[in-house]
């Protein structure tokens, strides 16, 4: 693995962590406040600015090379993306287990209490399912931000690529 990627990774990483930071800290995610909008904006922020980041990453490790093909960037992509979504991933489970472990736990009986208003019967299933649910999350947004950055990378690529055409390499034959 190049180094270049794995710092880039964790820069990436560092957007999404800090951004993580201030909806929690401030607690701008409770259900039906003003922070949901504030807390979609924060979102849209975190997600334009790691496809950003992503792509002048991409660029970035384009330039070690003199051919850069789509498939370089996709592999160079993933690679960035993948140990970013576990680090994302891990901090989630840190915040979720030792520095916050009542907020879920908060988050969950607003929820249910919602739900039971409105699906009585769905609150029994989701019941069952709840001592897992914690791993269950991490689990699930560590591929959730893995299968963003790899269709990212996908497109991205597609816009970083350097290749030499058929005309450059017969003259360079000849």
Same mark, same amino acid.
């Given at each position: 693995?190049?180094?270049?990627?794995?710092?880039?990774?964790?820069?990436? /990483?560092?957007?999404?962590?800090?951004? #993580?930071?201030?909806?929690?800290?401030? $607690?701008?995610?409770?259900? +039906?406040?003003?922070?949901?909008?504030?807390? /979609?904006?924060?979102?849209?922020?975190?997600?334009?600015?790691?496809?950003?980041?992503?792509?002048?990453?991409?660029?970035?490790?384009?330039?070690?090379? $003199?051919?850069?093909?789509?498939?370089? +960037?996709?592999?160079? +992509? #993933?690679?960035?993306?993948?140990?970013?979504?576990?680090?994302?991933?891990?901090?989630?489970?840190?915040?979720?287990?030792?520095?916050?472990?009542?907020?879920?736990?908060?988050?969950?009986? $607003?929820?249910?209490?919602?739900?039971?208003?409105?699906?009585?019967?769905?609150? /029994?299933?989701? $019941?069952?399912?709840?001592?897992?649910?914690?791993?269950?999350?991490?689990?699930?947004?560590?591929?959730?931000?893995?299968?963003? +950055?790899?269709?990212?990378?996908?497109?991205?690529?597609?816009?970083?690529?350097?290749?030499?055409?058929?005309?450059?390499?017969?003259?360079?034959?000849?």
């Amino acid at each position: 693995m190049n180094k270049s990627r794995v710092v880039y990774a964790l820069q990436l /990483a560092l957007l999404s962590i800090l951004i #993580m930071v201030v909806q929690t800290e401030f $607690e701008i995610t409770k259900i +039906g406040t003003v922070g949901v909008g504030i807390n /979609a904006l924060l979102w849209l922020i975190k997600f334009i600015g790691s496809i950003w980041l992503l792509y002048y990453f991409i660029k970035e490790s384009s330039k070690e090379s $003199e051919q850069f093909t789509y498939k370089d +960037g996709v592999k160079s +992509g #993933m690679a960035i993306t993948l140990i970013s979504s576990l680090l994302c991933s891990l901090y989630q489970a840190f915040s979720l287990f030792i520095i916050h472990p009542t907020a879920f736990e908060d988050q969950l009986s $607003e929820a249910m209490e919602l739900m039971e208003q409105s699906n009585p019967d769905v609150v /029994a299933n989701i $019941e069952a399912i709840i001592p897992n649910l914690p791993s269950i999350t991490i689990f699930v947004s560590f591929f959730f931000y893995w299968i963003l +950055g790899i269709i990212a990378s996908s497109i991205i690529a597609n816009y970083t690529k350097r290749e030499r055409s058929l005309f450059d390499q017969m003259e360079e034959q000849q």
